[in-house]
């Protein structure tokens, strides 16, 4: 049923400096943006990142887009990381701020999220069952 993540959207009230964050944590631009500020079609309202080993799809949303829920709802998704510290770190150096500090989950396992600065959580994980699998 399920094959993998398709698709992580988070959402941000300021686009541009949104877009320009996210570039310096993937330390790469996105891939992907609609409209095309390049083309002079206004800024932009949606924005790409391919990441990881499965170039697993990371976007951004204008929140005037925002799905509406009629309760408070959602999930937090979280990313593998070769070493949980210093990824917190850069994202907490970057403007991030802890929501979850780096915890041991268990054996090899760890985990934490930070709420980057536009509102969204970011979950990481440092999972010895992921990395063994993508050896």
Do not use: C, K
Request: hydrophobic letters at 45%.
């Amino acid at each position: 049923m399920f094959r993998g993540l398709a698709n992580l959207n988070l959402v941000a009230d300021d686009m541009i400096a949104a877009v320009d964050w996210y570039t310096q944590v993937f330390d790469s631009a996105p891939y992907f943006v609609r409209p095309e500020p390049a083309a002079g079609q206004g800024p932009a309202q949606y924005a790409e990142w391919r990441f990881g080993d499965d170039d697993d799809e990371f976007a951004l949303m204008d929140s005037r887009f925002r799905p509406a829920l009629p309760q408070p709802g959602g999930a937090l998704v979280s990313m593998h990381v070769d070493d949980i510290q210093a990824s917190f770190d850069r994202l907490i150096a970057l403007g991030a701020a802890t929501f979850d500090p780096v915890t041991q989950r268990g054996e090899g396992w760890y985990s934490a999220s930070v709420s980057d600065p536009f509102g969204n959580l970011i979950g990481l994980i440092q999972s010895p069952h992921w990395a063994a699998q993508h050896a």
